[in-house]
Structure formats: structure tokens, C-alpha cells
């Protein structure tokens, strides 16, 4: 498949996905998630790497290639852990600071069981000497952090907003530490995907920024609702310790707390959508 009619590809099954993504219809898998392209990052021919300019971790632009699709991926092999307390460039201090493209994949993988959608398929790969995470690369997007120096707004800001409480659920599910304008793509259609969860997972079992979790999608309440300690064990135990599982669950409660409180305050109408 030559490279434009590869971007045509993506371009056109985007907007399909994005459609019955936001739109209320049956849901379907977004063109940058799926089996398809979990086997495609797993199983292509590797045939350039190129170290990123951008980003702590170094990841390193990959081209993919198949007799029918060349695509870019990105691969991430940083795995460090430190016991104990550890002072952050920023001046921070955090205890058991763990940085991981093993998060890569369990965020890849929660995404999935809780129907969120927003998270590039990610799997597990080693590349000569080198395990790490291989994530299907989102073409033609910009970052959230260009989108606001541009002062470009969203077409549709009540859709644009619902996709913001989404995400803002799924990194207090998973404590992510390190979202920002970076770390949020923008596709053409519009829709936000979510990447860089190497620094999620933590232990902790409180709620990061409680108070920016004011509305709620139903579907996606339903799907952390649905979760449980066999079912993350089952999916995430390669990827994520025993405490890390559970503090997902933890915060997975808080977050329902968090809802029904305000429905109880607020009414419904003012804190759910569909």
C-alpha cells in the first residue's frame, strides 16, 4: 500500500471511528486500536529506527512494514525503578518513582476493558536486545500544547469537553503523573488520543485532582464499574505488581464515590452524559 493511499486508509476509517465514538451510535473500534493492529506492531518487519528529539524517555520512531502496510510505531524501552524517596527534576520528591514502558501496555490494556478508546494500541516487543512497548503511531495529529499556541478551538466544544472528562477519569484511574499538552494528540477529526503512560500506575490510593472530576460519562463508569481483582490479574499482572492492581481498584471506588456525590448534589443532568 503506497504511503498516501495509507494515509487515505486512516484518514476515512478514522472519521468512521470517531463518528460512533462520540456520536451515540453502536461503538466500534477506533482504527488506532484493535487486533488488526496489536498483531501489525507485534509481528512486522522493523526497518528503520530513529531516536526522538522529544520526550524524557527517548522513544524511537519505528517503521513497521508488511507486503500490504508500512506504517510508523513508536518503541519505548525505558524501565527504571527506584526504592525509596527520589527527588525529581522539578524538585519534587517521590517515593518508588518507577518510569516503564511496562505502563505503556497496561494503560493500552485498561483502556480496552473499560471501553475508553483514546489509547493507541500497545503491545509488548523486543527488538534485538531491547524488550519494550511498541504503540501505533497516530498520523497527521498535533499536540494539544501546538493546538493552544495556535489558538485553534475545537469544532464542536461540547464533544471536545467530553472527551477531557474522559480522560480526566482514566488518569485518576491509573494515577498518571505526567499529562500534559505534549502527551495529548489531536487527531484531524478532532478526537483526543492519549499516549506517554510511563510514569501512571502508582501505588498511591487517593485520587489525583479530585476536584477537576465534575462530569461523568455513563459508558465509561460502567466499564470501571465492571472491573475486578481476577479480571486485572488476568490482563495487566505481566505488566503491573499485585499493589499496583489493587490500588486501581481503590481508586476505582473513589471515582464512583466521586460520581454519585455529585448526582446527589447536582442532579444527574449536570454530571452524566452519554
Not at 472527551?163 to 494515577?175: H, P, S, T
Not at 460519562?217 to 499485585?242: H, Q
Not at 476505582?252 to 454519585?260: N, Q
Request: aromatic share 8%.
Amino acid at each position: 500500500m503506497t504511503s498516501l493511499a495509507t494515509r487515505l486508509f486512516v484518514l476515512m476509517t478514522s472519521i468512521v471511528a470517531f463518528a460512533s465514538l462520540v456520536g451515540g451510535q453502536a461503538r466500534e473500534v477506533p482504527y488506532y486500536q484493535g487486533d488488526q493492529r496489536e498483531i501489525f506492531l507485534r509481528e512486522a518487519e522493523i526497518t528503520d529506527m530513529t531516536a526522538t528529539e522529544t520526550g524524557i524517555t527517548r522513544p524511537r520512531k519505528t517503521t513497521l512494514e508488511t507486503a500490504e502496510l508500512t506504517h510508523f510505531a513508536l518503541f519505548k524501552t525505558v524501565d527504571i525503578f527506584r526504592r525509596g524517596p527520589s527527588r525529581l527534576g522539578d524538585g519534587t520528591v517521590e517515593v518508588d518513582f518507577q518510569d516503564s514502558w511496562k505502563t505503556e501496555v497496561a494503560a493500552y490494556e485498561l483502556d480496552k476493558m473499560i471501553g475508553l478508546g483514546m489509547v493507541p494500541a500497545t503491545v509488548e516487543r523486543r527488538h534485538n536486545r531491547d524488550q519494550g512497548s511498541m504503540q501505533w503511531w497516530i498520523d497527521g495529529a498535533m499536540s494539544e500544547l501546538d493546538r493552544v499556541e495556535r489558538g485553534t478551538p475545537p469544532p464542536d466544544s461540547a464533544s471536545w469537553n467530553d472527551m477531557v472528562f474522559k480522560m480526566r477519569v482514566f488518569d485518576a484511574l491509573i494515577y498518571n503523573v505526567d499529562r500534559n499538552g505534549r502527551n495529548m494528540l489531536v487527531t484531524p477529526n478532532w478526537y483526543i488520543c492519549l499516549i506517554d503512560h510511563s510514569r501512571s500506575f502508582r501505588r498511591l490510593q487517593g485520587l489525583r485532582e479530585r476536584e477537576g472530576l465534575l462530569r461523568f460519562s455513563r459508558s465509561l463508569l460502567d466499564g470501571i464499574r465492571r472491573l475486578d481483582e481476577d479480571m486485572l490479574k488476568e490482563r495487566l499482572e505481566d505488566y503491573l505488581t499485585i499493589y499496583q492492581i489493587r490500588a486501581i481498584l481503590v481508586r476505582r471506588d473513589l471515582i464512583l464515590e466521586r460520581a454519585e456525590e455529585l448526582v446527589a448534589e447536582r442532579g444527574e443532568g449536570r454530571v452524566l452524559y452519554d
